[in-house]
């Protein structure tokens, strides 16, 4: 069983950056696919980026447009969420999932795991 702890959440101006963390327990961390969504308020869970057990390959939303960069430290068993130049729709509680398949997945019926979510508030 793996348990994923998100955070790094908080209120941040339009054009300012954060940067969320997921740290891991339990399980093998350097075989899972990793994988932020966020849940904007009134819609439902959407993906955001994902990254390979190899960290070789990783998948962004188009609504990403650059701004984000996933990337993981298997020696720390951490996913990072780096986000630049957020925007008020980036205005979500996100959330951290992991994949037994090892996969950059994009989908949430692929991820096995998921921590309880962060917060992020970007103002205007």
């Known amino acids: 069983q793996v348990q994923l702890v998100e955070s790094g959440g908080g209120l941040v101006r339009a054009g300012g950056s954060l940067r969320l963390s997921c740290a891991a327990s339990g399980g093998t961390f350097s075989n899972l696919g990793l994988a932020w969504f966020r849940r904007a308020p009134g819609s439902e869970r959407e993906f955001v980026a994902s990254?390979?057990?190899?960290?070789?390959?990783?998948f962004y939303a188009d609504f990403v447009q650059g701004r984000f960069n996933i990337s993981r430290d298997n020696s720390k068993k951490t996913v990072d969420l780096q986000m630049n130049n957020l925007k008020p729709e980036d205005t979500a509680v996100y959330f951290c999932?992991?994949?037994?398949?090892?996969?950059?997945?994009?989908?949430?019926?692929?991820?096995?795991?998921w921590g309880k979510g962060t917060l992020v508030t970007v103002s205007s």
């Open positions: 999932a992991a994949a037994r398949s090892g996969l950059a997945r994009q989908k949430e019926s692929q991820y096995d795991y």
């Open positions: 990254i390979m057990w190899t960290g070789g390959m990783t």
